[in-house]
C-alpha cells in the first residue's frame, strides 16, 4: 500500500483513506478508458476532481497507482480462492463473473473491483514499463500459491491427493485456462454461457480429479 500522507488524528486518516480511494477509482475508469499508456497523472486529477499535486502526495506515480489497485484486487482474489471448496465450485464463481462483466459492459469492472480490460492492460504495460513489470512479479508467488491450494484441496476432496510435482503441473494449466478465460470475455463478451459452463467443467475437473 502507498503511504498516506502524515500527520492528524483518526477524521484526518478517515479523510486521507476517502481521498485515496477517490484517487483510486478515478484511475481505474481513466485507465480502463484510455489505457494506461495513454492516461497521465493530470486526466487521474481531472477525473479525481484535485490537484496533480495532492495525487503526487498519496501516489508517487502512475506505477505506484497500479501497484494499489492490483494489491486490493489480489487480496480480493485470495479470499475469494480461500472460500472455494473444489475447482468444480471454481466454475461457478468464474460464470458469476463473466455475467457480472456483461452486466457493466465492456471495459467495466465486477464487484470487487476486478476490471478485465485492466487486466490485460496491466499485464501489456509491463512488457514495456519495468516498474510495472516490478509489480506484476511481485505479485506472482503469492497468486501461485492461492491456486495451488484450490488444486490441493480440491484433490484431497476428492479422495485422490496429489504430490507437490502432480499440484505445481495443474496449476500452471489452471492459470492459463483463468487468465485465457479473462483474454477470451474481452475479445468476445457474446460467447454462450452453457459452451462456457460445460467446458471450463470439463477440463477444470480434469485437473483436480
Not at 473444489?86 to 456483461?102: F, G, H, P, Y
Not at 478485465?116 to 506472482?140: G, K, P, Y
Not at 491427493?161 to 505445481?168: N, S
Request: glycine content about 8%; overall charge negative.
Amino acid at each position: 500500500m502507498s503511504p498516506m500522507p502524515a500527520g492528524g488524528g483518526a477524521k484526518a486518516r478517515a479523510r486521507q483513506e476517502v481521498q485515496r480511494a477517490r484517487i483510486l477509482e478515478a484511475a481505474r475508469t481513466c485507465f480502463s478508458e484510455g489505457g494506461f499508456h495513454g492516461t497521465g497523472m493530470a486526466a487521474i486529477a481531472r477525473a479525481a476532481g484535485m490537484s496533480q499535486g495532492l495525487i503526487y502526495r498519496y501516489f508517487t506515480n502512475k506505477a505506484a497507482i497500479i501497484r494499489a489497485i492490483t494489491d486490493e484486487q489480489r487480496e480480493e482474489r485470495r479470499e475469494a480462492l480461500a472460500g472455494i471448496a473444489t475447482c468444480s465450485e471454481l466454475v461457478e464463481r468464474l460464470l458469476e463473473k463473466i455475467d457480472a462483466w456483461r452486466e457493466s459492459g465492456p471495459g467495466g469492472s465486477c464487484e470487487g473491483g476486478f476490471d478485465a480490460a485492466l487486466f490485460l492492460e496491466v499485464s501489456a504495460e509491463a512488457t514495456r514499463d519495468a516498474d510495472i513489470a516490478a509489480v506484476v512479479t511481485a505479485q506472482e508467488p503469492q497468486i501461485w500459491i492461492d491456486f495451488e491450494d484450490l488444486v490441493r484441496r480440491s484433490a484431497i476432496a476428492a479422495g485422490k491427493p496429489l504430490d507437490a510435482e502432480a499440484v505445481r503441473r495443474r496449476t500452471v494449466v489452471m492459470r492459463c485456462l483463468v487468465d485465457g478465460l479473462i483474454l477470451c470475455y474481452v475479445r468476445d463478451p457474446g460467447q454462450d454461457r452453457d459452451v462456457l459452463r460445460h467446458s471450463l467443467q470439463e477440463a477444470i475437473s480434469a485437473l483436480c480429479l
